[in-house]
């Protein structure tokens, strides 16, 4: 987890010195919040997903299920577990940026506060949908397909350069899902007020990010417990056998 | 008391009391995974009446499932716990169903050591053998100290050794006789060795039930009875063997050498009805055996499950 961070983290140091065009601001520090936005994305939602099925294949999910209470106790702890990695992401890119950059808003307490604020609203929009995607996906594999369309989703949702440069149907696009909203929301809190110019609008748009995140929020929270259910209904012993046997296949 | 009689599979009546050790004994594909899947409400039926431990598995809530203690077929997962962490940590999740007359959760020391892993208490459980990784299974099972266990194929692919321990583990468990244990197995060795009660299951019905004694009895009256007389000798198939050897003493007296009654072993019975089952099904379905497994929950038949 730690390279990544740390790669990308070097690529915007030496890159510090380009400016966000038609400013002086650094494209570099432009993008840090963006980055934070889409650690939430990769760790929590993904993350998520990911070890849903993971943990439907090794039995974990089957051994929750025959013990009484387990699936709740299981699905708090991974949410839990997944939330914790996603602050610890977010730590782990904001502490250096701190000593690398300058410009971010890091001083005050009230800027923490909000970016705690905006993290709480992106883990409830996002965990669920990952719970989602992950009781959708029978197994590993196949959830590796869904990271693709989530690699080109950052790509046009304005994470490493303004989305304004973007042709305005894939503004548009960006626009109905969270990893958009979600670097908005950071920069907001983290760049200085001016740096809202170079946004959809020339404004932050606060308002509207909550109701974006919020609403994915609410259909996530609604549809999670259905399909959850379902999922769990479905697990027994022959269907983790029947899954063990296809992965094994698969390597033979 | 009587503590969960348990309605099974076309027409058949199983009731499995307290304490009992009971046996589904059967080849691959007789429908035993299903049964006990039904059994433990991890499979609905599609008909048909159950009760495991007074209530409906379909219906069961936490606290029912709490009285229960599942070994699957195969598991792999927390491979990154060691054993006594695990065990704890799933142990507390029986707490609150703990009673004054029947506490909960097991002593996890007790636990490790009743399945014989005292020595591996701390190791990792991936690190585990395949022996040891299913006495672990057990000991999960038996955590919440259910009232009834139940057990899938236990021992498949153990070595010798593995097989004797794990039988140990089971008799040590039976001796209490706190809990009931369902088991099942393809192995007859097995199901005569660890059970007080075989059902054998071919074709998704249960054709035999009884003691491993009252089974071969039941299935087949008829005993061999071979001796030599003047030299020569002879091999008789008789209904009652004790009323024959009785008179064949009394007219020839010492005449007689080398008297054998054998009556039909488990084992001659069981086999029987394997290949009449086997021989049965490939005609009726050629090819059951390329099935990909993922269809095989259409083609059970056992969940048709009437009592």
């Known amino acids: ?252 | 008391m009587r503590y969960g009689p348990v309605d099974v599979l076309r027409g058949v009546n199983l009731c499995v009391y307290r304490g009992e050790v009971v046996a589904l004994l059967g080849p691959n594909g007789a429908g035993k995974t299903t049964t006990i899947e039904i059994l433990e409400g991890f499979r609905k039926r599609s008909a048909g009446e159950v009760r495991v431990l007074g209530t409906d598995p379909e219906q069961g809530d936490e606290g029912w499932r709490a009285r229960l203690g599942i070994v699957l077929q195969s598991w792999r997962d927390h491979g990154k716990w060691r054993i006594g962490e695990l065990l704890a940590h799933l142990g507390r999740y029986y707490a609150s169903y703990s009673t004054p007359e029947h506490t909960r959760p097991y002593n996890t020391d007790e636990l490790i050591s009743l399945v014989g892993l005292t020595k591996q208490a701390n190791d990792k459980i991936a690190k585990l053998s395949g022996g040891q990784r299913r006495r672990l299974d057990v000991a999960i099972g038996l955590v919440g100290r259910p009232e009834i266990l139940f057990l899938d194929e236990p021992t498949v692919g153990f070595d010798p050794q593995a097989r004797q321990d794990f039988h140990g583990v089971l008799r040590r468990l039976s001796d209490r006789g706190e809990t009931t244990i369902l088991l099942t197995t393809h192995d007859l060795n097995e199901a005569e060795k660890l059970s007080s009660r075989i059902l054998i299951l071919a074709g998704g019905r249960v054709v035999a039930d009884g003691s491993p004694v009252t089974l071969a009895r039941q299935v087949s009256s008829r005993s061999e009875i071979r001796f030599s007389k003047d030299g020569l000798h002879y091999v008789h198939s008789a209904e009652d063997a004790t009323s024959y050897v009785r008179a064949l003493l009394g007219q020839y007296g010492r005449g007689i050498h080398n008297l054998e009654v054998r009556r039909a072993s488990l084992e001659d019975v069981y086999t029987k009805i394997v290949q009449e089952f086997e021989s049965r099904n490939v005609k009726r379905t050629p090819g059951r055996h390329a099935r990909p497994n993922g269809r095989r929950r259409h083609a059970k038949p056992v969940t048709k499950v009437t009592a």
């Open chain 1, 1 to 252: 987890m730690l390279s990544p961070w740390g790669i990308s983290l070097a690529v915007l140091y030496v890159l510090r010195k380009r400016p966000v065009p038609g400013t002086h601001f650094s494209l570099s520090v432009q993008s840090i919040p963006g980055i934070l936005g889409m650690n939430v994305v990769f760790t929590g939602l993904l993350g998520v997903a990911i070890a849903l099925t993971m943990d439907r294949e090794d039995g974990t999910l089957l051994r929750a299920k025959a013990t009484p209470n387990g699936m709740l106790g299981y699905l708090i702890g991974r949410v839990t577990s997944r939330a914790a990695m996603t602050i610890a992401g977010l730590l782990i890119i904001l502490i250096p940026a701190a000593f690398l950059f300058h410009g971010l808003h890091l001083r005050d307490f009230l800027s923490w506060l909000k970016l705690a604020g905006i993290l709480l609203l992106g883990l409830m929009a996002t965990l669920p949908i990952g719970a989602i995607l992950g009781a959708l996906f029978s197994n590993a594999q196949s959830i590796g397909i869904i990271s693709l369309p989530m690699m080109g989703l950052v790509a046009i949702s304005g994470i490493f350069y303004p989305i304004t440069a973007l042709p305005g149907w894939l503004q548009r696009a960006a626009q109905e899902f969270p990893v958009y909203w979600l670097g908005l929301g950071m920069r907001s809190v983290l760049l200085p007020n001016a740096m809202s110019a170079a946004e959809i609008g020339g404004s932050w748009r606060q308002p509207e990010m909550i109701f974006v995140l919020g609403g994915w929020a609410v259909i996530g929270f609604l549809l999670a417990p259905a399909v959850l259910r379902r999922m769990a209904r479905r697990e027994s012993g022959s269907s983790v056998a029947r899954r063990r046997e296809k992965a094994r296949r698969r390597q033979a």
